[in-house]
């Protein structure tokens, strides 16, 4: 039975159901997830986010053109946590060109996203922008340049979806900021070294605030969808050049999953971002953008039955980046 259900952003009237390029794919992967083992476990070190079903399970698929579909709860918003990172960063690139990465590095850190041990010896400058130390760099760049980072990451994931619902849940905020103390310390210890621009408690809310965006797996593939097309928003302007697009797919590649990045590319071999709230993008360049949200999460911060349904994404169509 197909579950498969689509929307059109434009006006053009949607097609039947289920007649998508990768309709029956999809439609297949989720019942393969309904009989995982173990579904993980969500995130407890953020209290609002512990109470999601590790069994619930959504995916989407976005092509170039604007058309979504997917199955399973696909249209339900959840947490963006740290895929957030990802428009903050085409923010500050498409704002600032290079600039950013004198703060930032682009290696893979091989350690946990919110580590402290890498910090010291590297001088305050963080390994990439998608672990914390990075993305806390990133926000703070991008603070400066516009004076509302969390606004601006808010305001592009809504015009590239095309849902102007999509906000920040200030309840997820409080909450991270409650237990905030290892991204305090990440944030001190780099103003330590002065490779952060404001006052440590406006950059903890404003990261906190980016972090707590809810939206669906629909919202995010559709919004990550300049990254398919070579840096080219929805409405065909440039936010990126096609050689930013280039980089930031890279350092998601390589970055993208912190310390399980190297084995997300032997499995899925796509660039991709995950988030503690479950969800994880992923960029097939110039044919689609997927998103994946299932709250169970693995050791290392990221979903696993997204990690898992985005392998087989990769291994039934034999697309990929390799
Ligand atoms: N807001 C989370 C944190 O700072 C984001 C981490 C994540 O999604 N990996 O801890």
Known sequence: MSHTS??????????????HRFSSVINQIAEEMNTLDDHGTPADYIPMLADADPRRFGMAVAEPDGTVYGVGDWRQPFSTQSIS??????????????????GVGREPSGNPFNSLVQLEYENGIPRNPFINAG?????????????????????????????????????VAASEAAYGDRNAALAHFMASYGNITLPVPALLAAYFRQCSIEASCADLALAAGFLARGGVRADGAALLSRSQAKQVNAVMLTCGTYDAAGEFAYRVGLPGKSGVGGGIIAIVPGVCTLCVWSPGLDKRGNSVAGVSALDRFTTLTGLSVF
């Open 6 to 19: 689509a929307v059109a952003r434009a006006s053009s009237p949607a097609p039947p159901s289920g007649s």
């Open 85 to 102: 990172k990802v428009f903050a960063l085409a923010l500050a690139l498409s704002l600032d060109g290079g600039q950013l990465w004198q």
């Open 135 to 171: 993305a806390l760099v990133v926000t703070d760049r991008l603070q400066v340049l516009t004076g509302d980072a969390a606004g601006q990451v808010r305001d592009l994931l809504r015009t590239e979806s095309g849902n102007a619902a999509i906000d920040f849940v200030p309840q």
